[in-house]
C-alpha cells in the first residue's frame, strides 16, 4: 500500500534496450528466474508448505485454483454458521462482554497491514504468517490489495513505453466471478492468488465464530467495478455477513458490536476507490468514513499524526516503517524486518498515541496497523487502548487437527530474495517495452 515513490527508469536506457532487441537476454532471464523459483521451492521443509494456500512454491505467478479449493468454494456458498453456545453463556463481541455494547466507531482493533503480503524468503512481503492465522490469532482488519493478474501494472510515475495502450478488464455477466488477484506493487514481484481464496477463509471463520466483528479495507489498484468485487463475495457466500447501513446525508448511524452480532452483520468492507453503494450497499467508500496517518514512514523518523482526512467518525493508525533498497536503479520501499519488535513495541506505541492526542482531538483510534503482527505487543496496546484488560484472542479454525506451524524464516535482506525480485522486476519491465 505505500504509494508515490518514483521509480524512474532513465528513457536512454529503454531505448538502448528497446533498439537491441535483446530477446535472448530477456529470454535467459526467465530462464534463470524458472530455475531459481524452482530450486527455492523444492528446497522448502515441509512445515512451511501450507496445502490451504498453495504456498509451496515461491513467487509463482501462474499459480491458479486448485481443485481442493474450488470444491471449498462450492461448500462454503451453502455453508451456515454454527449454532451459538446455551444462551445461560456470557455473550462476548471479539473476546470481551464489554465490547458488545459499544458502538463500531468506538472500538479499537488490531490490524495487518498488507495482510496478504506473506511469502517466503521474499523482501517485498509484509507478514510472516497467512490470514487464517492471522484471523485464529485475534487480528480483526486486513488490508489487501486488488489487482488484475493479465495486466503488469506498475506503480505511478514509473517511466516506461507500453506496447500497447492499457487493456480494459474484460465485462462480467452477473452470473460470473470477475478473476481478481491479490498482489503487493505489481502481481511478478508478490503475488498470493486470487481474492476469492481468501475470502473463502473469511467466510469459513466468520461461520465457526458467530461473535467476531472483521473488517476488510480493499486497494482497489485496478478499479475494479463494485459488482466485480461483490461477485466474489457471492462467489463463496461471504455477502451474507457484509453490513450495509443506511447512509442519510453521507454519514451512518454505526452500529454497537452486539447489534452487529445479533443482526449477523459481522463484516465491515471499504473500498479507497470504486465503492457505489447504489450499486452494492455494503461496499463502503474508504474516504467518505475513514482517515488514516501516513503510511510513508522511513525506519528512523518519527511517525506522523495528521489524518488524510479531518473529522472522519473513523480512523487508522498506521504503524509501520520501511527502508530503501536500489533495483534496475530504481529506488524501492521494503518492509522493516530488523527491529521490527522495537517498532511494534508497547512503548514505541504509546509514543505515537500520546503525539497524536491533540491532532486526532483525543479521539482513540479505532484501527492500529502493523508490519509482522506476530512481533511485539500489538494485541496487549490494542487491549489497554480499548480500557480492557489483556487476555489471548486465540480461537482454531485452522489450527483444529494441526501442529503449530512455523513462521516463515527471518524477512532479511538476503542475495537469494534480491535475485529472485531483480529478476521479476526485469522481466516486467521488458513485458512493458
Known amino acids: 500500500m505505500i504509494k508515490g515513490f518514483s521509480y524512474n527508469i532513465p528513457r536512454a536506457h529503454i531505448l538502448s534496450f528497446h533498439r537491441n532487441k535483446t530477446l535472448p537476454v530477456i529470454a535467459v532471464a526467465v530462464l534463470v528466474l524458472l530455475a531459481t523459483t524452482y530450486v527455492v521451492g523444492a528446497s522448502l521443509s515441509p512445515n512451511h508448505v501450507d496445502a490451504d494456500l498453495g504456498s509451496g512454491v515461491l513467487l509463482s505467478p501462474m499459480r491458479k485454483i486448485s481443485n481442493a479449493k474450488r470444491d471449498l468454494v462450492k461448500k462454503l456458498r451453502t455453508r451456515g454458521p454454527k449454532s451459538s453456545s446455551s444462551s445461560s453463556s456470557k455473550r462476548l463481541c471479539n473476546g470481551y462482554e464489554e465490547l458488545c455494547s459499544r458502538n463500531y466507531t468506538d472500538v479499537t482493533f488490531p490490524a495487518t497491514h498488507n495482510s496478504f503480503a506473506y511469502r517466503i524468503d521474499n523482501i ?233 492526542n491533540d491532532t486526532l482531538k483525543d479521539k482513540a483510534p479505532n484501527f492500529v496497523a502493523v508490519d509482522f503482527y506476530n512481533k511485539g505487543d500489538l494485541f496487549d496496546v490494542v487491549a489497554q487502548v480499548n480500557k480492557l484488560p489483556s487476555r489471548s484472542l486465540k480461537t482454531n479454525t485452522f489450527s483444529k487437527g494441526k501442529s503449530s506451524a512455523s513462521p516463515l524464516p527471518p524477512n532479511t535482506f538476503s542475495y537469494a530474495s534480491m535475485l529472485v525480485l531483480t529478476l521479476n522486476f526485469a522481466y516486467a519491465m521488458a513485458c512493458l517495452l
Open 124 to 356: 517485498a512481503a509484509n507478514q510472516e504468517l497467512p490470514i487464517t492465522e492471522q484471523l485464529d490469532d485475534g487480528v480483526r482488519a486486513f488490508m489487501l490489495d486488488l489487482h488484475q493478474k493479465n495486466r503488469n501494472t506498475i506503480p505511478p510515475g514509473i517511466n516506461v513505453r507500453r506496447k500497447r495502450s492499457g487493456q480494459p478488464k474484460p465485462p462480467s455477466s452477473s452470473n460470473s466471478t470477475t478473476e481478481i488477484s491479490l498482489c503487493h506493487t505489481m502481481c511478478l514481484l508478490l503475488y498470493d492468488g486470487p481474492l476469492v481464496d481468501e475470502l473463502a477463509h473469511f467466510k469459513r471463520y466468520l461461520d465457526d465464530n458467530t461473535q467476531e466483528v472483521i473488517t476488510i479495507f480493499f486497494e482497489n489498484v485496478d478499479s475494479f467495478a463494485p459488482k466485480e468485487i461483490a461477485s466474489n463475495f457471492e462467489a463463496v457466500g461471504l455477502d451474507k455477513y457484509a453490513f450495509a447501513p443506511n447512509i442519510t446525508d453521507g454519514s451512518i448511524d454505526w452500529p454497537t458490536l452486539g447489534d452487529m452480532v445479533n443482526d449477523n452483520k459481522r463484516l465491515v468492507v471499504f473500498s479507497d476507490r470504486s465503492a457505489n453503494t447504489k450499486e452494492v450497499p455494503w461496499l463502503l467508500p474508504q474516504g467518505d468514513f475513514v482517515a488514516q496517518t501516513s503510511f510513508e514512514v522511513l525506519n528512523g523518523t518519527t511517525f506522523p499524526c495528521s489524518p488524510d482526512h479531518p473529522n472522519k467518525p473513523l480512523v487508522i493508525l498506521n504503524h509501520f516503517a520501511y527502508t530503501q533498497k536500489t533495483l534496475l536503479g530504481n529506488v524501492l520501499p521494503i518492509p522493516i524486518y530488523d527491529g521490527v519488535q522495537n517498532i511494534n513495541s508497547a512503548q514505541s506505541f504509546r509514543d505515537q498515541l500520546n503525539m497524536c
